[in-house]
């Protein structure tokens, strides 16, 4: 079965842009999560959405916006694009919501904003 | 105080050796708890869940304290595939993950 899969895997865009980020959960997975994972730190949470609704945001400012499709799939926008944003952008799914459920990774977008 | 703190090691180790890593968290109210393992510019993968019986999956074993909020793992018999970060996480929220900053584990021949 296929895992999360993530596109692009890579982008390169500069400050003041505009980018959306794209998810794909495991078959069968009702629940994304998207991370923000920086050189040298662990990931950091974002958001979470469980059928459609967003169940959790993390401290991201309001640049930072996501959205969950009726196929569970699922976008990451971030506006007016700052150098700090640069990093790993994670996509994690689970096939339910709360504590217990395992979260499953997918490759990741890498994000240099220059 | 951060939520999940691990000693950033390196732990540079032969072929075959035991080695354990070990993390602390501050919320008392934390539900569930993970080790994953993340390769150099890869994705976390999921290790192994932590409960607080103690479990074990081959060559690594985990344990749980939730008195001295206080997470292990320990990996006997290191192989050379075992080189990666070491990721201890918590999730105390009901849905965010919280993550140390990982432990860097190099084994060496």
């Known amino acids: 079965d296929a895992g999360v899969t993530q596109s692009p895997t890579h982008l390169i865009k500069t400050r003041g842009q505009h980018v959306t980020l794209r998810c794909s959960p495991i078959s069968g997975h009702k629940s994304v999560s998207w991370y923000q994972q920086v050189l040298g730190q662990g990931p950091q949470f974002i958001f979470q959405y469980y059928e459609k609704e967003e169940r959790g945001r993390g401290n991201f400012p309001d640049r930072f916006s996501a959205r969950q499709f009726p196929n569970y799939s699922s976008e990451l926008n971030v506006n007016a694009l700052l150098l700090g944003d640069s990093a790993l952008y994670l996509c994690?799914?689970?096939?339910?919501?709360?504590?217990?459920?395992?979260?499953?990774f997918g490759p990741g977008t890498r994000l240099t904003v220059t | 105080r951060k939520e999940v703190e691990q000693d950033p090691g390196p732990f540079n180790v032969p072929e075959g050796a035991t080695v354990a890593f070990n993390c602390t968290y501050s919320?008392?109210?934390?539900?569930?708890f993970f080790w994953y393992r993340q390769d150099c510019r890869k994705e976390p993968k999921l290790l192994m869940s932590?409960?607080?019986s103690g479990n074990e999956d081959g060559r690594f074993t985990a344990q749980l304290n939730r008195a001295s909020q206080y997470i292990s793992l320990l990996i006997r018999d290191s192989k050379l595939s075992d080189s990666a970060t070491y990721l201890c996480v918590v999730n105390h929220s009901g849905y965010a993950l919280n993550f140390g900053k990982g432990t860097s584990l190099l084994v060496t021949p």
């Open positions: 919320n008392s109210a934390s539900q569930s």
């Open positions: 932590v409960y607080s």
């Open positions: 994690a799914s689970s096939s339910g919501q709360g504590a217990l459920y395992e979260q499953y």
